[in-house]
C-alpha cells in the first residue's frame, strides 16, 4: 500500500506540473492574440503596461512617433517650422515659452493660453491606439471649451512661424544601429532646437517628475508612470537601464548633427547664466529681428519668477480626449513643473552610490570624447567664460563631480541674465562680455 501511495502521489505532483505549464502557456498565448488583436486592452487593468512593453510596445506608451515618417512629415509641416525636441527634464516647458515670445515678440495680444494648444506636442498619444492622422485631424478641426478653434493658437496666420513640442532625435547610423526619427538634414528649411542639461539634475528632475501626473491619465496608460522610485533606481534607470534615451543616448544622438545650419543644441545652464543673451541667440535662429525693448520683455516674461504663476497653463490639456483631461495634476494638488530655475540639485541631493553610478556611466557612455562630456555636464559655461581664477574657485566647491558650474556671485549671475552695465569699482562701465564662440556646440 506505501508503495501505491507513493505512485499516486507522484502521479498528483505531475498533474500539478501539468496543469501549471497548462495555465503558463494558456495565459502567453492570451497576452500574445491580445498584442496582435487589441493591443490597447492591457492598459486596461492596473500594471497592464508592463505586459504591454513585454510584447514589444513603444515606451512610453504614450509617444507616437509616427508625425516624422517622412510621408507623413512632408504632407504637414511647412518651411520656417520650430521643431523644440529638448530632453525630456531639460527645459523643455521653459523653451517652448521662449521661442512662442520671440515669434511673438511678446506682445499679449497673442497671448499664450495653454502648452498643448499654442505649441502642441506632436508625437504624442491623446488615448491608447491614437494615431498621427487622428491627431492632426483634431489639431485642424477641434473647438476648444471656450468656443474658439484650437488650430487659431498654433497655426495662426500672423505667426512668423508654427511651434511644435517633440523629445526626439535624429534618424541615423549609431554604432551599428538605426536610431532617431528626426529627418534633420532632408528638411533643411525646419528648424531644430535640441537643449540637454547636467545629467545628474534631469535625474533628480525626472525622480519627483513622475508624481506630477494625473490619476486619470495614468489609469489611462495601465498605471504608467510608476511613482515612488527611489533617486538611485532612477539614476540607475538612466545609466544603462531603460531610461538611456532621456540623457546619454539623447546627447549621443544629438552631437552629430549639432553643426547642422537648422540645429541649435543648446544647454538649460547656460540659460540660467544667460536669459537675454540665449533670447537673442535663439531670435536670430529662427529669423526674428528684435529690439533691445523686444528683448528685455521677452527675457522678464521668461524668467523663472514670472513663468511660476502660469502653471496652469502648462498642464498639457489633452484636446482630444473625450474628457479632455490634463496631463499634469493642478498646482493645488501636487503638480509642479517650475521648481528651481537653477542648477545644482544633483550635488545637493545626490549620496556617493548615486554619484558612483552616474559618473560612472558618464566614462561609459561619453567615453573619451571631452568636448561632448564637457558641454553635456556645464554647457557652454566653460572656464574662459568667467576667467581661470573664477572657475578654478567653482572647481573646488564641485568635488571634481561635473555637476555644472554656478555664477562666480549671485550678482554676477544677475548682470548677465539681464544684460544690463555693470559699474566697477574704477567707476567707468563695461559691458559682460560674450561667452565664446568656437569649439562646442552651435549654442
Not at 17 to 24: F, H, P, Y
Not at 51 to 66: H, I, K, V
Not at 390 to 401: C, F, H, V
Amino acid at each position: 500500500p506505501a508503495k501505491g501511495a507513493v505512485g499516486r502521489s507522484s502521479k498528483t505532483w505531475v498533474n500539478v506540473a501539468l496543469g501549471v505549464v497548462l495555465v503558463l502557456v494558456l495565459l502567453i498565448a492570451a497576452v500574445l492574440v491580445t498584442k496582435v488583436v487589441a493591443p490597447n486592452a492591457f492598459f486596461k487593468i492596473q500594471g497592464g503596461w508592463i505586459l504591454y512593453a513585454l510584447t514589444g510596445g513603444t515606451m512610453p506608451p504614450y509617444f507616437n512617433t509616427e508625425v516624422f515618417q517622412p510621408e507623413y512629415f512632408k504632407d504637414f509641416i511647412k518651411d520656417g517650422d520650430v521643431i523644440v525636441s529638448t530632453g525630456a527634464k531639460c527645459g523643455t516647458n521653459w523653451m517652448l515659452y521662449i521661442v512662442h515670445l520671440i515669434r511673438t515678440k511678446g506682445d499679449e495680444k497673442k497671448p499664450w493660453t495653454e502648452i498643448n494648444h499654442n505649441t502642441p506636442w506632436i508625437s504624442f498619444r491623446h488615448f491608447p491606439g491614437q494615431t498621427w492622422p487622428q491627431l492632426r485631424k483634431a489639431m485642424e478641426t477641434a473647438i476648444l471649451p471656450d468656443g474658439s478653434r484650437l488650430k487659431e493658437k498654433w497655426d495662426d496666420p500672423e505667426y512668423p512661424f508654427r511651434v511644435f513640442k517633440a523629445h526626439e532625435v535624429p534618424h541615423q547610423t549609431y554604432q551599428g544601429k538605426e536610431v532617431g526619427c528626426l529627418h534633420i538634414r532632408e528638411f533643411p528649411k525646419v528648424k531644430f532646437i535640441a537643449m540637454t542639461r547636467n545629467g545628474k539634475d534631469v535625474a533628480v528632475s525626472l525622480n519627483t517628475f513622475w508624481d506630477s501626473h494625473a490619476d486619470d491619465f495614468k489609469k489611462m496608460w495601465g498605471g504608467f508612470p510608476v511613482s515612488g522610485e527611489s533617486l538611485l533606481e532612477t539614476v540607475k534607470s538612466m545609466s544603462g537601464g531603460p531610461l538611456m534615451d532621456i540623457y546619454f543616448n539623447y546627447v549621443n544622438y544629438w552631437w552629430p548633427f549639432r553643426n547642422e545650419p537648422n540645429v541649435l543644441f543648446l544647454h538649460y545652464h547656460d540659460l540660467i547664466l544667460d536669459l537675454r543673451g540665449n533670447v537673442a541667440k535663439i531670435a536670430e535662429f529662427v529669423g526674428v529681428k528684435l529690439t533691445d525693448k523686444e528683448m528685455d520683455e521677452v527675457a522678464h516674461r521668461a524668467s523663472f519668477a514670472q513663468m511660476k504663476g502660469l502653471h496652469a497653463h502648462f498642464a498639457i490639456q489633452m484636446f482630444d480626449h473625450p474628457e479632455g483631461m490634463a496631463v499634469m495634476k493642478p498646482e493645488e494638488e501636487g503638480g509642479q513643473f517650475f521648481k528651481r530655475g537653477r542648477s545644482g540639485a544633483g550635488k545637493e541631493k545626490f549620496d556617493d552610490q548615486c554619484h558612483k553610478v552616474f559618473d560612472d556611466a558618464v566614462d561609459k557612455y561619453f567615453g573619451n570624447n571631452e568636448e561632448m562630456k564637457s558641454f553635456a555636464l556645464h554647457g557652454k559655461a566653460a572656464p574662459d567664460r568667467y576667467g581661470r581664477g573664477a572657475m578654478a574657485a567653482l572647481s573646488e566647491t564641485d568635488g571634481g563631480r561635473g555637476d555644472g558650474p554656478k555664477p562666480p556671485t549671485r550678482r554676477d549671475g544677475l548682470y548677465r541674465v539681464f544684460g544690463v552695465e555693470r559699474e566697477h569699482h574704477h567707476h567707468h562701465h563695461q559691458r559682460v562680455p560674450p561667452p565664446p564662440e568656437g569649439g562646442q556646440a552651435r549654442g
